[in-house]
């Protein structure tokens, strides 16, 4: 008799309701220690409590507030390099890349992974979006580290050989082509073990989103691998990198007759790009510490899992993960002047369009009341037919036009 049926078997006296929440307990603990890899957390794999209401809502909101800032800032960044000629350089097409990862993580996997984890507690959306979210969720995570290293090492490069030919818009687009593809067949394993388990008793035929992996230690292999190429190993090549760019940019001289504007300018424009970069990187690091911390626990000790708060805690570290999909726009907006003075201009467009559409409601509300009650003073001397062609004017709505100076 395996596991699940001996489950089955001694929950016989127990109700449909009470069976369901000891299978999803059992479920959850059996899928971290045996079946999913260190990145099966990231998908619903069944929640053992009921998560406090404040606790539930306040995430919700802040959730609300992370899709809301992530989608709207990194559409403003590619929006922003598309139709500015002078922005268009390697540099920017790398951010351009991390700016779609962030898009396709926050349209398709944010939302679904809430309900999923907060709401529902069990994987309602169907067997093609659960192994489809989950590879797409790790395909953007991988493909930002490596985008981050990519873009690590071409300003390194800029900066260490200012002299030599650099890295051409061509082959920038063919290493972006090159890090999605590596970053998709790195991820496919995960959309291969992913599946929907279904709970074998009433009430209702409700699955949950796992990854299942018949052989422990090669689900062991590739979590590791997973954790070492999307984490420890990117943030080592980038610390060591942007420490000699330091060195370069802080304390040495630009090579070339001495020029002292010159270098000042150099340098400058030189800090101002370094700094941007560092402070993404470094926003990526920390985002992502916490999850990948309790998830190394949880995976050499599962027991930790039986208690409440570190389930609260791993919620929030999730949380704490997707807030990075929003991070980097304001980082853009912070600290470069274009990004900053693009932001401005998408806000004052909707402030202006905001204003308009208020003027042209307000008019038509003050010449509809105006209308009523020059209807109901005539109404008494003529007759209707007569009252309405008398005071309703011939003139459309939509002709109407308010000053604005928008």
């Given at each position: 008799m395996s596991a699940n049926s001996s489950l089955i078997f001694l929950l016989g006296n127990f109700s449909d309701e009470e069976?369901?929440?000891?299978?999803?307990?059992?479920?959850?603990?059996?899928?971290?220690?045996?079946?999913?890899?260190?990145?099966?957390?990231?998908?619903?794999?069944?929640?053992?409590?009921?998560?406090?209401?404040?606790?539930?809502?306040?995430?919700?909101?802040?959730?609300?507030?992370?899709?809301?800032?992530?989608?709207?800032?990194?559409?403003?960044?590619?929006?922003?390099?598309?139709?500015?000629?002078?922005?268009?350089?390697?540099?920017n097409f790398f951010i351009v890349s991390l700016s779609v990862s962030d898009i396709i993580m926050t349209i398709l996997c944010i939302p679904l992974t809430l309900l999923s984890n907060m709401f529902f507690?069990?994987?309602?959306?169907?067997?093609?979006?659960?192994?489809?979210?989950?590879?797409?969720?790790?395909?953007?995570?991988?493909?930002?580290?490596?985008t981050l290293v990519a873009l690590t090492c071409d300003r390194h490069y800029v900066i260490w050989r200012p002299l030599k030919q650099r890295l051409k818009k061509l082959h920038a687009k063919f290493i972006i082509l090159s890090l999605w593809v590596a970053a998709a067949i790195i991820a496919l394993p995960?959309?291969?073990?992913?599946?929907?388990?279904?709970?074998?008793?009433?009430?209702?035929?409700?699955?949950?989103?796992?990854?299942?992996w018949e052989n422990h230690n090669a689900r062991y292999a590739y979590s590791v691998s997973i954790m070492l190429l999307q984490y420890f190993v990117p943030l080592f090549l980038m610390l060591v990198t942007y420490i000699h760019i330091g060195v370069i940019v802080w304390i040495k001289r630009p090579p070339g007759e001495a020029d002292k504007n010159r270098d000042m300018r150099l340098q400058r424009s030189k800090r101002k790009t370094v700094k941007m970069l560092i402070a993404v990187v470094i926003a990526y690091a920390f985002t992502w510490m916490p999850l990948h911390v309790i998830t190394l626990i949880g995976d050499i000790n599962p027991e930790i899992y039986d208690e409440m708060y570190v389930h609260i805690i791993w919620l929030f570290a999730h949380f704490l993960a997707f807030i990075n999909c929003a991070t980097n726009p304001i980082i853009y907006c912070w600290m470069n002047s274009t990004f900053r003075?693009?932001?401005?201009?998408?806000?004052?467009?909707?402030?202006?369009?905001?204003?308009?559409?208020?003027?042209?409601?307000?008019?038509?509300?003050?010449?509809?009341?105006?209308?009523?009650?020059?209807?109901?003073?005539?109404?008494?001397?003529?007759?209707?037919?007569q009252s309405i062609e008398k005071v309703l004017p011939h003139r459309k709505f939509n002709n109407i036009h308010t000053t604005s100076t928008c």
């Open positions: 069976k369901f929440k000891m299978w999803e307990r059992h479920q959850f603990f059996s899928t971290l220690e045996n079946n999913g890899s260190l990145y099966s957390n990231t998908m619903n794999v069944g929640v053992p409590y009921e998560i406090p209401r404040a606790v539930k809502w306040s995430l919700l909101i802040l959730y609300v507030v992370i899709i809301i800032v992530a989608l709207g800032g990194n559409l403003v960044v590619c929006w922003t390099v598309f139709t500015k000629q002078r922005l268009r350089t390697v540099t507690y069990y994987w309602p959306f169907g067997h093609f979006l659960c192994p489809f979210v989950g590879y797409l969720q790790l395909m953007s995570v991988i493909l930002r580290a490596f995960t959309a291969l073990h992913s599946k929907i388990i279904y709970l074998p008793f009433e009430p209702g035929s409700k699955g949950l989103c796992i990854e299942s003075s693009a932001f401005v201009n998408i806000f004052k467009k909707i402030q202006c369009v905001a204003i308009s559409n208020f003027r042209k409601t307000k008019v038509l509300s003050r010449r509809s009341r105006s209308q009523v009650k020059s209807f109901s003073m005539h109404r008494s001397q003529n007759s209707k037919e």
